[in-house]
Structures are given as C-alpha cells and as structure tokens.
C-alpha cells in the first residue's frame, strides 16, 4: 500500500520536472523575403468606367517597396470586396498573408469615397477599414495614402508611397548643358519641374514642411543658395557670399540652414545660417575642406564630410559653441556625403567598396559600416521619411536611373526617371 | 416401508382370533353346565317327585336360560365392544400411521427441502466464493497491470531522463532546435527596423505530427506589426519540423524572437 503510494508521489511528482524539457528556439532574422499579399481590384459603384484603378496603384506600390510580393491579378480566384465577404481558407491555399478589398463609389458633390480594408488571412482579423472622400484629381495620391495604411498596419512602419522626390536631371552636349530641378512622386510618376537652368543646379534640399526647397544654382554666374516655394514658384537668394556657397541643408525645425562656405580665405567650412535674421554662426575652422552638413534629428548636432586625416571621411560636430568634431567613419578610404536617418540611428554615406562607389550605412551607436547598395557610381543617399528605404542615383551602363535600397539592404530596385544624367536625389518628408 | 406393510396384518389377525374364541364359548359354554347337572340322580328319590321340587328345578331351569341369555348377551356385548374397541384401535392405529407416515413424509419432505435449499445455499455461497475469487484475481490482476504500467512509465520516465541527459540526445535535441529555428525564420517576414532591441516571447502549442494549435505572446517589447508578423510567421510554419527522434517531442515551444541586425 505505502509502495503504491510512494509510486503515485513519483508519478505526481515527475511532470513538474520536464518544464526545463521545454524547447527553448531564438529566431535570429526574418529570412521571409517579402509578405505576400493580395489586392483586390475595387468594385466600381457608379456608372460606367471606373475612374482610377486603385488597386493596381496600391499593388505597384507595395510591389516596388520590395516588403511586399503582390499576388498578380490573374491568381485572384475571387474578388472580394469587403472583409465579411473574404474567405481565409481560399486565400491560405494561395499562400497570401493578407487581402486587401474595397470599393470606390461617386458622392453626391462630385468627389469620390475609397473604402477598403485589410484582412490578416492567417487569423481573419480585419485589420484595417477606413472610407475617404477624395477629390477627382487626387485619385492617385489617396491611391498611395492606402498603400501607406497598408504598409504601416503590416509592417509597424508608416508608408512613404504619398511622398515626392526631387533630383536634378542634366542633358545635352558638353557646350550646351541644361539643368533641370524636377520633383516627382515617390514612385518616379508625375515629374515637375521646379527649375532650370543653362547653368548647374546642385544639392536640393527639403524643407522640414515639404513646401519649400533649397539649392544651389549658378545661374547668376557664381555659386548661390535659394529656397524656392514649390506652389509659387517663389524663389529667393539666402546665400551668395563671395567663394563657394554650396550644400544647403535645412535644420529639422526649418528655422536655418547648414551650409558650406568658403568666404574669402578660400577655406571650406560648415556654417549655420539662421533664414530670418541672416546670422551666420561658423561650426568649424579646419585648413581641410569641410563640407555636406546634415543634421541630426534632435538639431543639435551636424555631421559634415572633412578630408582632415587625407581622404574623406564623415565627422560630427556639436552645435554648442567650443564643441570639437569627432571621427564618425572609420572603415574605408572613402566615406563621404552623410545623411541622417530619421531616428537617428543609421547614417547613410557614399563608400568606396571594392573600388566602387556605393551607399553605405554606419551604425551611429554601435560604429560598423554595412554596404547596401551594389553599382558602380552610386551617390547622393537621402532616407525616406520612414527611415525604411534610402534612395540615391545610380550609373548603370552610362545611364543614370533613380535607385532605392531598403535601409537594411535586402531590397533594391529601380525606379522610372527622366533619360539623361540624374544627379542628387532628395527624399521629401511626409506631405500632410 | 417394511413396517408399514406389515402394520395392518396384526389387527386382521387379532379380530380372527378373538371370534374364534367367542364362538367357541357361545358353543361349548351353553353344553358344560348341563352335563355337570344331569349326573346328579337318586334311584331311591327319583321314584318320589315331590311337585314342589319339580316347579323348583323348573324355576331353576328358566333362571338358567335366562342367566345363559344375558351370559350369552354380556358375551356377544363384549364381542361387540372388543370389535369396537379393536375397530377403534385400528382406526386409531391407522390415524397413527398415517400421522405418522404424513410426520414421516413432512419430515422427508422438510429434509429433503432443507436439504435442497442447503444444497441451494451451498452452491451459492460456492458461486459467490468462486466468483469473489475471481474478482480477487481479477483486481490483483488489474492492480498488478496497473502497478506494473506505473513502474514501466516511472521507468520509461527515467529512461526518458536519462536519455535527455545523454549526450547523442542533447545532439538530436540542438538539431531539432535547429530545424524549428530554420522553419520558422524562413516564414517569418521581419518587419523594417524592428531588429533594434527587439525581444518578443511566444508559447507555442503543437500536437504530434507538428501542427500548432494555439500560441501565446509571453513578454514582448515589439509592437503590434511585430506580433502580427510574429503571428503569420508561426501559422505559416505550422506544421512544425518533426522531431529526429520522437522522445524530442515537446507539447510547448518558446520561440524567442531576438533579432540581430548584424546577422543580415
């Protein structure tokens, strides 16, 4: 009796033991490629054609992030158009993680409601549903206002597709050079120009609130900086002093601009000038030539390209006064035109890699530069507002073409662009 | 039964017997006191009859008829009565042996009833012992199978352990770890920049043959977009990788989700 007693103690007393048995297993990387997802032409509720298709905006767009893998639209066996009517089973066996679906109908004052909404297949949780009224002309932004909730209800990170980009294009013969300052949308489409000029354009920059920008021209004769208002077309001169004016970068708050001047003694520093009173503040006074100023998000401290120690290499300076630059880049003969991400975190350079020039990323916390990008003349990094992706020009077979690679790496693609020479690419901020 | 055949002889005997004697009485009793008078003669005296003496032995004579007549009466009375009394002998001797026999009979009867029933009773109680003892057997039986089935699990258990703590399983079990590592990071889409400190806890359960039926967030710094992505990954590696040898086999899974961005 105490035997079978002591034996049914055991017993008992053995399951408590194997909870170290447990398997333990540390995911390290997400090697998924791409989260596929399905997106559903909209049901057109009015008369006749459909106006826009939406759809095929949100798929390109999600397609060119590279984050997602759109099921092409012939392998939609069905369509759904709301999120009662999606049937996860059907959409597990396509392998498709998420399903997008809506309907675009006219209102009464002339403009048009987009209603759609995203189902998580793996669970059936409606994960988004939003309508918005959108006026005619605007179909294609709120197209890619979609592709943004999509994006960010994924992936935790806003989208950046209802964004622009600004770049210089340069065509013609040696003696007959035009230059073009044109802003497009995010995916290439829809180029503007801003500005052109017989003479070069060099270094636009935004402004923090996406309505202005800044940049060099020569159309004077000699280097100057403008801030130009894109929805007037306003263009005014903050900048000529004697020497080069060159590099304008607005602070984060849009009150001043970081330049690289070289005044009288010919010697290339980084200055602040503050737009609304014209105070210059000078930030450093080497004898090597300091250049591309950018700043850090918090606006307290501007990271600038010196060839100080013999080649370039990226350097960071306080903004207090007495504050010494620091060495940021240390892998690399060449390291050059610093960019900032928006949390700080990352900054993109120009690196010589294999004796290629190519975009690279340094760890601002933990140093290390990773190389991202794979041509042979890639230059002029600019983060998105997202900090996701980083867009920069790129020669390819004596073409150039407009370029983004995911801030990670994994991801690269081309973008549509003017034919000719693309020089200096700028991601906008967000646009609200 | 021999008794009771014989029984009934006697009483028949009897009353044969008894009449006999009584008529041989009526017969030779009413003969003897004649002869025993008539030799009584005087040769002088028989010459003088005296009338008186005539009418006396005539009185004598009637007296004796009528002393034979009630002898004879008393006589056939007694016949009478004896038959009766035999009669009544014999129907009380018959009501005794018919009792008796009834008694006999009732007391067979009751006999043999008990001992029916005490036979009944025994091959009951026989049953009942034969069928408790059954059930003993069977209960040790059961109690030894299930002591027997304790033991083997306790020593399977053991085993068990002692295969976890041998050093090809703890081999098995890194290749198994392994494997579910490989599965899941390949479905697993990592959200942009979560790599940055990420650390996200999830219980997963799955059932042999690897399907996971239920999954649960322990802690996790990572946002909503991290645990759905966390989430699709796990119900796209469903079924999970089976084990190399089935005693890896584990019912919970803890996934730690702790990326490194150096890794990529």
Request: hydrophobic residues 40%; charged residues 25%; contains cysteine.
């Amino acid at each position: 009796m105490f035997r079978r007693i002591l034996a049914t103690i055991a017993i008992l007393a053995l399951p408590a033991a194997p909870a170290g048995a447990q398997l333990t297993v540390q995911i390290l990387r997400g090697m998924a490629d791409s989260v596929p997802i399905a997106v559903v032409p909209l049901a057109w509720e009015g008369p006749g054609q459909a106006p826009y298709d939406v759809a095929a905006t949100v798929r390109a767009d999600l397609e060119r992030s590279g984050r997602f893998r759109p099921l092409p639209q012939a392998q939609l066996v069905e369509q759904p158009h709301s999120a009662g009517e999606v049937d996860t089973a059907d959409w597990r066996m396509l392998k498709v993680d998420y399903v997008l679906v809506g309907r675009l109908s006219p209102l009464p004052d002339g403009r048009f409601e987009i209603r759609f909404e995203l189902v998580a297949v793996a669970n059936g949780e409606r994960l988004l549903g939003t309508a918005m009224p959108v006026d005619p002309k605007a179909l294609k932004r709120a197209s890619h206002r979609v592709s943004d909730a999509v994006y960010e209800k994924i992936l935790g990170v806003r989208g950046a597709f209802a964004t622009r980009i600004a770049y210089v294009a340069v065509d013609g013969p040696i003696d007959k050079r035009s230059y073009r300052l044109i802003v497009a949308d995010a995916d290439g489409a829809n180029e503007n120009r801003v500005f052109d000029s017989r003479d070069p354009i060099m270094s636009p920059s935004w402004s923090p609130d996406g309505r202005s920008l800044a940049y060099v021209s020569f159309h004077s004769g000699l280097s100057a900086v403008y801030v130009q208002t894109l929805a007037t077309g306003a263009q005014v001169q903050v900048s000529a002093k004697s020497g080069i004016n060159g590099a304008p970068a607005f602070s984060p708050d849009g009150s001043r601009l970081a330049l690289a001047l070289s005044r009288r003694d010919g010697n290339v520093d980084v200055y602040v000038l503050t737009l609304a009173t014209q105070d210059l503040q000078r930030i450093t006074e080497d004898p090597a030539i300091d250049t591309e100023p950018c700043w850090s998000p918090d606006g307290r401290t501007l990271f600038f390209t010196s060839d100080r120690a013999g080649g370039p290499q990226v350097y960071s300076v306080g903004l207090e006064s007495g504050a010494r630059a620091r060495r940021v880049t240390f892998e690399g003969s060449y390291n050059a035109r610093p960019r900032v991400s928006p949390d700080g975190r990352q900054i993109a350079v120009v690196t010589v890699d294999r004796g290629a020039y190519r975009i690279g990323s340094v760890d601002t916390q933990r140093g290390g530069l990773q190389v991202l990008s794979g041509g042979q003349l890639d230059e002029s990094p600019s983060f998105a507002p997202n900090g996701a992706d980083v867009l920069y020009t790129s020669r390819v077979g004596g073409r150039d073409t407009l370029a983004i690679v995911s801030s990670d790496g994994r991801v690269q693609r081309q973008i549509a662009a003017s034919a000719g020479e693309l020089r200096e690419a700028a991601w906008s901020p967000y646009l609200d | 039964m021999n008794a009771t055949m014989r029984t009934p002889i006697a009483p028949i005997g009897w009353s044969i017997a008894l009449h006999a004697a009584l008529a041989a009485v009526l017969v030779f009793g009413l003969s003897l006191p004649k002869r025993t008078e008539e030799p009584i003669v005087l040769p002088i005296d028989a010459v003088v009859v005296d009338d008186a003496v005539l009418q006396a032995a005539g009185r004598r004579r009637d007296e004796q008829e009528r002393v034979e007549t009630a002898r004879q009466e008393r006589a056939a009375e007694e016949l009478r009565r004896e038959e009766e009394r035999l009669q009544k002998e014999q129907e009380r001797s018959k009501a005794e042996e018919a009792e008796r026999i009834a008694a006999l009979q009732k007391t067979k009867a009751e006999t043999e009833a008990r001992a029916k029933a005490e036979a009944a009773a025994k091959r009951k109680a026989e049953q009942a012992e034969k069928s408790k003892a059954a059930a003993e057997q069977k209960r040790a039986a059961q109690e030894k199978r299930e002591r027997d089935s304790r033991e083997a699990d306790l020593q399977a258990r053991l085993a068990d352990e002692e295969t976890r703590a041998s050093a090809g399983f703890q081999s098995l079990k890194a290749s198994y770890v392994r494997a579910i590592q490989a599965h899941v990071e390949q479905r697993w889409y990592e959200p942009p920049g979560v790599a940055q400190g990420l650390s996200c806890t999830i219980y997963v359960t799955q059932i042999p043959g690897g399907e996971v039926v239920g999954m649960r967030f322990g802690s996790c710094n990572g946002g909503a977009a991290v645990r759905q992505s966390i989430e699709t990954a796990i119900r796209k590696a469903s079924p999970l990788p089976p084990p190399p040898e089935p005693a890896l086999f584990e019912r919970e899974v803890e996934l730690v989700f702790t990326p490194k961005e150096s890794s990529r």
